[in-house]
């Protein structure tokens, strides 16, 4: 079975520094799609970026980037210049490709210190 | 502007009581989904259905039931509610295709006392 591990249930940072969120997951398919997802304390989940496994290019969405590593099964999310509109709850979401259903990680929480 | 609305923010309900949590998309999605949502646990599959009538287990279907009579609406249904059926409820919708981004309601809160 898929599986998706978020290590890190809670992470912080200062405004405008760079934090970097963490995930795994375990697959024996080669071909699949990992997404971050978003959930601030108003509990509308929305996508923030999403990775095709067979682009070896990292996906990159204004101050929101991945570093993928398909050997590791590895997805970590960087953001950038961090803003108090970042705090969050973010999941990692797997999606093997042909499948409907994502398979969800435990999730992060960020807060953003001022 | 792309939505799904789940008929309820917070719900409270007693041992036993049957339960329906109404989810409506307005985006002709084939897809939608249940996920519960538990502090520690993330996101959980409940059921799917990529079709008008048609269904399929996730992870976790025990004690629950979904219905989808029409393509922008999928119910879900706890047949006899029990406290451990307390928990964040969120529904989603998604394009049968690849890559495809799944939409997220505003989730409902359950209590089961």
């Known amino acids: 079975a898929q599986t998706v591990t978020q290590s890190q249930p809670e992470m912080s940072v200062q405004e405008a520094e760079t934090v970097t969120l963490s995930c795994t997951y375990d697959t024996s398919e080669s071909d699949y799609y990992l997404f971050w997802y978003k959930q601030p304390p108003s509990r509308q989940m929305i996508l923030v970026i999403r990775q095709e496994a067979y682009k070896q290019q990292n996906a990159t969405e204004n101050r929101f980037s991945v570093n993928f590593q398909k050997a590791a099964k590895s997805f970590s999310l960087k953001i950038s210049d961090s803003q108090l509109g970042d705090a969050a709850m973010y999941f990692c979401?797997?999606?093997?490709?042909?499948?409907?259903?994502?398979?969800f990680g435990q999730g992060t929480r960020l807060t953003i210190n001022p | 502007d792309v939505k799904v609305t789940q008929s309820s923010r917070y719900l409270v309900k007693r041992t036993g009581e049957k339960v329906f949590l109404e989810c409506v998309q307005d985006m002709d999605h084939e897809n939608m989904f249940w996920y519960r949502q538990d502090p520690g646990l993330g996101l959980r599959l409940i059921y799917f259905s990529y079709d008008v009538k048609m269904k399929e287990k996730g992870d976790i279907p025990e004690g629950y039931s979904v219905s989808r009579e029409k393509k922008e609406r999928f119910s879900l249904i706890l047949e006899s509610a029990s406290t451990n059926q307390t928990s964040m409820y969120l529904c989603?919708?998604?394009?049968?295709?690849?890559?495809?981004?799944?939409?997220f309601g505003q989730g409902t809160r359950l209590t089961v006392v």
């Open positions: 989603a919708s998604s394009r049968q295709s690849l890559n495809t981004e799944a939409f």
């Open positions: 979401a797997y999606n093997p490709r042909g499948a409907q259903k994502l398979v």
